[in-house]
């Protein structure tokens, strides 16, 4: 008995709850704006993850990058002699880094490629006219490829000395400020300008390098011949790191 007393009120309960929230026109709309903040709080949550409106304003702002930085000797040789349309090719792979680039912020590699011989060309002379004229020596080069993950190759040609440097990370295009230099980006907020120099995963894969021996020989004189059988050449291989430092503009000038 008692229980079906109990059962009747608490549904006679329920049903002034209900009674009394149609009615009840400022109950309502306090449910209703109690229910959109409630909604709001994970939506505003996710998009200021994203979107830090307090930063917003740096998007107009023009930032110079500096900060700590450096190089690392990869690997390099000397002496290295090509014969005419030989090829030298070296792979490398993340794996191959120096221990301590592991540690840093590497953001890009140089490739140094110097041909020794330039001024004085290792080409031989034979006949009886070469005391009298021997002609000149005729300027060696190499050409070359650079490949590194995730980025277009480079291509390179020298006949004395030539540094090819090649980022390691991707920049947007609209980042750029107008001076023609990745060192002056605008369009972004700090922090995401400092995200975009952080390297990870874009350093995995192989790093190929090939030299392509040009070889010359000069013109030959009367009863004097002249012959080169080779161009000699160092290359050197160095990374760069960076402890990126975003500055405003107006501060950095």
Known sequence: MQEAIDAITEETFSEKIILNFKTNRV???T???IA????SIPAYSMFSKYHNLDDEYQRDLIYVIGGESGSLSWTSQSDLQL??????????TYEDFPEEAKNKNIIGLNFIVEVTDYDDDNEETTGLGCAVDSG???HDSVSGIVRVPNRELSNFETMDYRSTYVFLFDIPEDAYAGFDSPLFITGYTVKEIEEMFQTG????GEYTFEITGNVESGDSTFQCNRQDSSVTINYSLELTWLNVDVIEMDEFW
């Open 27 to 29: 109950l309502q709309m």
């Open 31 to 33: 449910s209703i704006f």
């Open 36 to 39: 959109l903040i409630l909604i």
């Open 83 to 92: 014969n005419d349309d030989e090829v030298f090719t070296l792979t490398l």
């Open 136 to 138: 000149e020596d005729a």
């Open 201 to 204: 995963d874009e350093l995995l």
